[in-house]
């Protein structure tokens, strides 16, 4: 598990299989469940956002589409 500040990193919300990362496209906008892609995103990137949060950069293997995921504790 990684820690910033004492605490782990990351939310206990996972829109991700934890072992492999890949999520599904289903948002156009975080959680409004709009997209009717419904491709795999697969994950491309990992960053460190300001305050030390880390997310997934995902891309879908469909349509090409870029998000950014938080990534669970």
């Not at 990684?2 to 934890?18: E, L």
Request: glycine fraction near 12%.
């Amino acid at each position: 598990m990684i820690f910033y500040g004492g605490k782990p990193a990351g939310t206990q919300h996972r829109n991700h299989c934890p072992n492999c990362l890949t999520s599904l496209h289903l948002d156009n906008e975080p959680g409004d469940r709009a997209a009717d892609c419904g491709g795999q995103m697969e994950p491309v990137a990992v960053w460190v956002r300001k305050g030390g949060e880390w997310a997934i950069i995902h891309r879908c293997r469909l349509c090409g589409k870029l998000t950014s995921n938080r990534i669970a504790a």
